[in-house]
């Protein structure tokens, strides 16, 4: 009776983790994620021990798998009670956690937008602002033992009805920009801003759309809804190369899914009133976790005499490095880019934006953690170029002033943690849009 039984447990366990491991699999799929895939392919493992061992008439693997299994049964019982309780209660862990409290502590700017705008894009919550040291902030929230940014000033960074950082009088303007956090780059005054800079030297209104995190679609979303103007006859869309390939592959998947189900992507921190899912969070975050204070320098700016440290991150890909994926998310993009241009009657332009690693390389000495060490200037520029051409779209690439500051010891960059430009960079990048705007 007891071999029965144990038989019986073990089939049950069979059947429950291949199923389990058939879901993961299903996730992995449908939701773009690969870190499911070792779980699914143990879980799979597993049911097939357990479907070996209740084939068995008896013997220890049996009695072993059938043991596990009454763990299994007796655990997911135990923890489907607190689950079932924790609901009914109306628990918010997010908030017992601290989770809301520990995103308001950052800037606006370093916050992921969360006011829904179009089909699956977000901008910032209208009208809202904050005042402080940006840069040092976000230091000393990630628990930095860097010294940078020490003579930064406090500012208050301010955002219009409509969710981007320009004043609410301005209803008419000559030039649209749209980007993503390096066109928004709310640690600096607007006036210090690439687009501050290319409006004073035009002596034209610049409208800047720029919002962290997005991508082209979501930027052509923005210079739809946003950037249409009796005077407007020139767009500038800012390509950053460091994210904006992943960008535009994550919005075009979120697209695909609001078009066919309606389920839309959600920047919010919701109330989270399950147990299960929150330890799940937790153990997928664990790494995350910093209990010391700690450098983020992992390299070294040669100027002059001198060595600045500062943190390298982004390593954008070649053309031959680039996806099936990523290239079908970028062409798309790049059409529905110059449609919309050319739909509304202006001039559309692409301002490329390089990272901080291709402007510095050649004047930098790699530390500790420095990552992708091999990794070389690709040809990413030049596909664009070609890419924007087939569209009429007017290819802007400041990266050669920036190299040659950076060859002067301008590091053109914010140096620790964060990989935006910083007010030498802004003015750099300024001035050849407003050249290339004023020259077409």
Same mark, same amino acid.
């Given at each position: 009776m007891k071999t029965t039984f144990d038989r019986l447990l073990c089939f049950v366990g069979a059947l429950g983790c291949v199923a389990a491991a058939a879901l993961l699999r299903w996730r992995m799929m449908t939701h773009d994620a690969p870190h499911w895939a070792v779980p699914s392919i143990v879980l799979a493992v597993i049911g097939c021990i357990a479907l070996a061992a209740g084939l068995?008439?008896?013997?220890?693997?049996?009695? !072993?798998?059938?043991?596990?299994?009454?763990?299994?049964?007796?655990?997911?019982?135990?923890?489907?009670?607190?689950?079932?309780?924790?609901? *009914?209660? !109306?628990?918010?862990?997010?908030?017992?956690?601290?989770?809301?409290?520990?995103?308001?502590?950052?800037?606006?700017?370093?916050?992921?937008?969360?006011?829904?705008?179009?089909?699956?894009?977000?901008?910032?919550?209208?009208?809202?602002?904050?005042?402080?040291?940006?840069?040092?902030?976000?230091?000393?929230?990630?628990?930095?033992?860097? *010294?940078?940014?020490?003579?930064?000033?406090?500012?208050?960074?301010?955002?219009?009805?409509?969710?981007?950082r320009n004043p609410d009088d301005l209803t008419d303007w000559d030039i649209a920009v749209v980007g993503d956090s390096f066109t928004e780059s709310g640690y600096l005054p607007e006036q210090t801003l690439f687009t501050g800079i290319a409006a004073e030297k035009l002596g034209k209104r610049v409208k800047n759309l720029g919002i962290t995190d997005s991508g082209t679609f979501a930027q052509t979303h923005y210079l739809e809804a946003y950037g249409k103007a009796p005077s407007c006859k020139t767009a500038v869309l800012a390509f950053f190369e460091g994210n904006d390939l992943d960008d535009n592959h994550r919005e075009l998947r979120d697209r695909e899914r609001f078009r066919t189900s309606g389920e839309k992507p959600d920047h919010s921190i919701p109330r989270q009133s399950s147990?299960?899912?929150?330890?799940?969070?937790? *153990?997928?975050?664990?790494?995350?976790?910093?209990?010391?204070?700690?450098?983020?320098?992992?390299?070294?700016?040669?100027? !002059?005499?001198?060595?600045?440290?500062?943190?390298?991150?982004?390593?954008?890909?070649? $053309?031959?490095?680039?996806?099936?994926?990523?290239? $079908?998310a970028l062409h798309l993009a790049l059409d529905e880019y110059a449609a919309a241009c050319t739909k509304a009657g202006i001039k559309a332009h692409l301002l490329y934006i390089p990272c901080k690693r291709r402007v510095l390389h050649g004047h930098l000495r790699q530390g500790t953690d420095y990552p992708q060490p091999q990794w070389q200037p690709g040809d990413l520029p030049e596909h664009l170029q070609s890419e924007c051409a087939k569209r009429g779209i007017a290819f802007i690439n400041p990266t050669p002033a920036l190299r040659a500051a950076a060859a002067q010891g301008q590091p053109c960059f914010n140096t620790i943690y964060d990989t935006h430009l910083d007010a030498t960079g802004h003015q750099i990048i300024g001035g050849v849009l407003a050249k290339a705007l004023a020259n077409p």
């Open positions: 068995l008439k008896g013997g220890l693997l049996q009695r !072993g798998v059938a043991g596990l299994m009454k763990l299994a049964l007796t655990t997911a019982i135990t923890f489907g009670a607190a689950e079932g309780a924790c609901r *009914v209660i !109306g628990i918010d862990f997010n908030e017992l956690l601290g989770a809301r409290k520990a995103n308001e502590a950052f800037p606006i700017y370093f916050r992921l937008p969360a006011h829904p705008s179009g089909e699956a894009y977000f901008t910032r919550d209208p009208g809202s602002s904050w005042t402080g040291k940006p840069l040092q902030t976000l230091l000393k929230n990630h628990r930095s033992t860097d *010294v940078a940014y020490t003579d930064e000033a406090e500012l208050t960074i301010s955002y219009s009805r409509e969710g981007f147990l299960l899912k929150t330890i799940m969070n937790l *153990v997928r975050d664990a790494k995350k976790i910093r209990l010391t204070d700690r450098s983020y320098a992992n390299a070294f700016f040669k100027s !002059g005499d001198k060595e600045i440290a500062l943190t390298i991150a982004d390593a954008p890909p070649s $053309k031959a490095e680039m996806s099936a994926a990523h290239s $079908k």
